[in-house]
């Protein structure tokens, strides 16, 4: 009889048990009998109302439930066994089941499940089996399986594991199945599978395992005593990593093969001086085998009793303490709208199974700008005020924008420049040019007599220009016929009312050229 099977079989007698049917009733559309409620395969949107709460086995399976109400099961006190299997559930709320004390097997095969909250299985001291497979997971957190101190069976393959953290199957004293097939774990650490005192069936086939000196251990556990726990079929522990091991058994691979190539660190420059108000991105090149983790940090520097913040590279992941951040892709440090307060020195450590480096990198920010902070705005301008902003070339604004922005702002600057300098010459150059052209005599004049009056001499013209510089000539009736000389006009009388012909108004005639 396979391990368990006893306990099995005890499970499925509870879970069949053969009390008195319940009076308050039956959900519509279900099946109730004796102390179990069938609701599989109605396409309930949520757990449905009016379950008995005498109810020791409810079957809710190959239905669209897609979240576990809060306080739902509140009522359900006595359930045994529960079949939540094939449904749309994407998330388990901590205290979910923390009235179902009772209850020893949990079915959750089959869903949406992306992750599991720490405390989402609190309330279940006495569960025996929980189902997980075929489930959207992708990383197990420490502490995940804390509450289930009685659990024997744990299943988890079809999944998309990643990572187990060291303390994830910590409590599972009692466990004695594990299985981790067809997931996508490449590496598992001895201290994951410490806690699993009484673990008798181990299931590790199917994952794209990375053999590297991460692994030396599990090779030399299952050598030595750990065969026990794995089947003929189970111990086909394939690598899929490095190339050269590729498709090849990890019990047949020799010990000296399982290497590991410590990480080197490599940042360019190591020292970046940066204005305030400014973006900023450092890489650092991490090398080495398996990939090494990057982590960005703040060194500390205490100051007046307190340490600085520190900083918040791209790529953060949560949980990582405030030490730094990790980050296994670019190992990029994103500094955005430097302050005084990024200043300082900073350090890249990448770490594998073979090891850690780290190398320091210094920030200097620029104070010279921190004048333009303080200078008052200026005044608001007088009129109509355009919507784009105008941004001189020592502003802190011009300086925010990137260099190729600030290229093309100047050369457009300098190209205006240039254009009204090129209009101004040709005006010039025009006007020299028409004051300088000579002409026949009498072009461009128009001599007017205003006959009414009897005709008009040279000697009555005045030449005149106005304030656009057009020529003209204005005919003074006041002016004799002829002209006379100096001493003459010196010596004559004015006319006047008794002398001659009375005195004609003035009359002027505009002769443009």
């Known amino acids: ?87 749309s559930l994407r998330a ?132 030595e005593g750990g065969q026990r726990l794995l089947s003929s079929r189970d111990k086909k522990i394939m690598c899929a990593e490095p190339p050269r091991l590729a498709l090849q058994s990890l019990l047949d691979i020799s010990g000296s093969s399982l290497i590991c190539i410590p990480p080197s660190v490599h940042i360019e420059p190591l020292e970046v001086t940066a204005n305030l108000g400014e973006d900023l991105r450092v890489a650092c090149q991490a090398s080495g085998y398996p990939q090494p983790l990057v982590t960005w940090r703040k060194v500390a520097q205490p100051r007046e009793g307190q340490t600085r913040v520190q900083a918040q590279p791209e790529g953060r992941v949560p949980g990582s303490g405030g030490h730094g951040a990790s980050d296994t892709g670019s190992g990029m440090l994103f500094l955005t709208n430097i302050t005084l307060a990024h200043a300082g020195k900073y350090e890249c450590e990448a770490s594998n199974a073979g090891g850690a480096a780290s190398m320091p990198f210094q920030l200097l920010v620029n104070l010279s700008q921190q004048h333009l902070q303080l200078a008052p705005p200026p005044p608001p301008a007088v009129g109509p005020v355009g919507h784009e902003p105008l941004h001189e070339a020592s502003s802190m604004a011009f300086r925010a924008l990137g260099l190729a922005t600030q290229t093309a702002i100047a050369a457009a600057i300098a190209l205006l420049a240039l254009t009204a300098l090129l209009l101004a010459t040709l005006i010039c150059r025009r006007r020299r040019r028409r ?65 001659g012909l009375p005195l004609q108004p003035p009359a002027a005639y505009e002769i443009h050229c």
């Open 1 to 87: 009889m396979a391990p368990g099977g006893p306990a099995l079989l005890l499970l499925s007698l509870l879970c069949l048990g053969s009390l008195p049917p319940s009076a308050a009733g039956c959900p519509v559309d279900c099946h109730c009998y004796s102390t179990t409620v069938e609701c599989g395969a109605l396409q309930l949107p949520v757990v449905p109302p009016g379950i008995p709460p005498g109810t020791q086995t409810l079957f809710l399976q190959d239905n669209s439930i897609v979240r576990l109400e809060p306080g739902i099961l509140v009522p359900l006190a006595a359930l045994r066994c529960l079949y939540l299997h094939n449904n």
């Open 435 to 499: 004051k300088k052209a000579p002409g026949p005599p009498g072009e461009g004049a128009l001599f007017v007599n205003d006959y009414s009056d009897g005709p008009c001499t040279f000697a009555q013209l005045e030449e005149l220009r106005d304030e656009r510089g057009h020529e003209m000539f204005v005919i003074d009736r006041s002016k004799p016929l002829f002209a006379e000389g100096p001493a003459e006009a010196a010596e004559s009388p004015a006319p006047g009312p008794a002398q």
């Open 92 to 223: 388990l709320e901590p205290g979910t089941f923390h009235a179902q004390s009772r209850l020893l097997e949990l079915a959750l095969t089959g869903n949406r499940l992306q992750g599991l909250h720490l405390g989402a299985f609190a309330g279940l001291a006495q569960l025996r089996i929980l189902y997980l497979a075929g489930n959207q997971l992708v990383q197990l957190l420490d502490f995940t399986f804390l509450h289930l101190p009685r659990l024997q069976e744990l299943h988890l393959q079809e999944n998309s594991i990643e990572l187990l953290e060291d303390q994830a199957l910590a409590g599972l004293s009692s466990l004695a199945l594990l299985d981790l097939s067809r997931n996508q774990l490449g590496t598992i650490s001895h201290e994951t599978l410490q806690p699993l005192a009484s673990l008798q069936v181990l299931r590790l086939t199917e994952n794209p395992w990375r053999c590297d000196c991460a692994l030396h251990w599990l090779r030399a556990w299952i050598k």
